[in-house]
Each structure stands twice: as structure tokens, then as C-alpha cells.
């Protein structure tokens, strides 16, 4: 769908001229989390000859990995079966031939998950440079400790609770008090770096994010999971939707094979399913 809009409405295509992909990057912006976004701000490549177009970023995997016979692009269906191949075979550095860069507006608790994701590159906005701004973010849903698993929350709605909703509320409060205080502390003249030390986490941070389309599905595989906090997961979840129709025959690859870990009696018992 997203490949016949830009059959439509690209300049490039009605010429021989190299598709330019940085044309429909407008699009490619998400909302999470109320006052949180992710937006594609660059990709690579850029340009993809003109009979490549319909494969996207695609393109670049297929390029590299035919350089070590010295040949490009073939058919579509040719060039789709490469994909998956190298895909399922775990021969990963074609498609850390394909880059993005994002914006990303997140709590700074998100912001360290993601930062742990070390392949990734960074720049963030500098509370030494900047006066912060007064932007928290609030959970519509709070639920009580997972008992199955140590780092999960349940699935119930504690707010329905009138003594938890109170205590949400002063916690919340809490932190605005300390924005309140960050700012009366800039006003009497205590610098910025060292006024924002107590600032909470629940605050939202800016940061730009560039990774290779490898390191990215490692991203999306780790943080839109069952596993992954509610908040990451809905910044992962966005990512995924962005790029999908920007390498399209990878993501098909991503969803077919991306591994599962199973102990060995769960290997054994599916195998004693598959028997039946
Ligand atoms: C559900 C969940 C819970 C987590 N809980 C915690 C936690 O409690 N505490 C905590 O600290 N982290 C935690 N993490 C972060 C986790 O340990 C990883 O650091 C993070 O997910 C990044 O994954 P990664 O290393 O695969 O990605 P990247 O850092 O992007 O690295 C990609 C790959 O490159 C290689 N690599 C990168 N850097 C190095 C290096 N310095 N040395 C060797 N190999 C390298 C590795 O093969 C790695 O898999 C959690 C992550 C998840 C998804």
C-alpha cells in the first residue's frame, strides 16, 4: 500500500532519475504516549535506481550481497528469496547496510532502556544547555506486581482503587513539586546542571537514535515483546510500523523467522505435538 502511494505521488518515478526516498519521509511519524513521538527523520539509502524502486531500502541488502560475485539487483522474486535466505541464515552485515535515523521524544525512564541498546547511535538534549521543560508523563493504567514473573506487571486496574489513585496522585504531584523547585532554583540563580539533579523520570527527554537495520529488528525483537515495560514496547511497536513499508521483504523475513528461545523440553514437547 505504502509502495503504490509512492508509485502515485513521486516525482521521481515518472522519470529515469534515482528514487529518492528522502520525498516521502513526511509521513513517517508516530504519536506515543500522549506528548512522546518517534519520527524518521533519515534513511539510507537515499536512492535506488529506478527498476529497484518497488523493493525500497531493500534495494541496498540485495546490492551488498552480490558484491562479492560482482552482480546487483535481479527480479523481484529472485531478490526476495536472497533476503529471506540471508535472513533466516543469520548473514547479517547486508542489512546493516541500511540506516535510520529517528527523533525521538520519550520519559527518561524509556530513554534508559533504549540507551542500553549500545550498537545504536545518540545525541540527546542537554539539560546543562537547556532549561527543561515541564512535560511528565502520567500512566492511564497502573497494576499491581506480576506474581509469575519478577520484572512484568500484572494485567489488573489498581486505579480503580480509591486509596492507590490517591497515592498515584501525590506521587505524580511529587514530581511536579520537584519541577516546580528545578525552576525556582534556575530563578535564584543555581546553574542548570546542577538544578536539574533531582529532576524525575518520568520527565520526557529528546534524543536522536541512528542504527543499522540489523541492530534495529535486535531492538524491535527485544522491546515490542511480551517482556518488554508497556512504555518501550509502545515506542518499539511505532518503530516497526514506520520502517515495514520501507523494507518490506525484510520485515516479511523478520516475521517468518525471528527466533524463539525454547528450553529443550519445550523443543521436545512440540515435536511430540507435531507427531500426533
Ligand atoms: C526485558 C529486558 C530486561 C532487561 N533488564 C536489564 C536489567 O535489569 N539491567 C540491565 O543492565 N540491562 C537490562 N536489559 C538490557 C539488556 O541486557 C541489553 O543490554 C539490551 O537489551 C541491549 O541488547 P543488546 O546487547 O542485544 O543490543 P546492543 O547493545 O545494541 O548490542 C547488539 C549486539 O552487539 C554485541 N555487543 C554490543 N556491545 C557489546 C559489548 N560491549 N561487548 C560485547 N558485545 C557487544 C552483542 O552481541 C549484542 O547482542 C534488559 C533488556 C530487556 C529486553
Redo the contacts with the bound molecule.
Sequence with gaps: MFINHLLKNNPYLISNKPFMYSQCLKTSSRTVLKNGFVKLIDCMPKQIPFESKVMGCDYAIVQAARVSYAQGTKDIETDSKLIKYLYKNKHTSPFEMVKFKFHVKAPIFVAR?WF?????NYNEISGRYTILPNEIYIPSKVSSQSKENK?LSSNDDLLKDENINEHMDDYIKGANNQFNQYKKLLKIGVSRETARIALPLNMFTEFYFCIDLH?LL??IK??N?W??QYEIKEYACAIEDIISPLCPITMEAYKEYKTVTLTNAEYQKLMKIDKK
Design positions: 532502556q542500553r541498546h549500545r550498537m545504536g520484572q541492530n535486535n531492538f527485544l522491546r515483546s517482556n518488554a
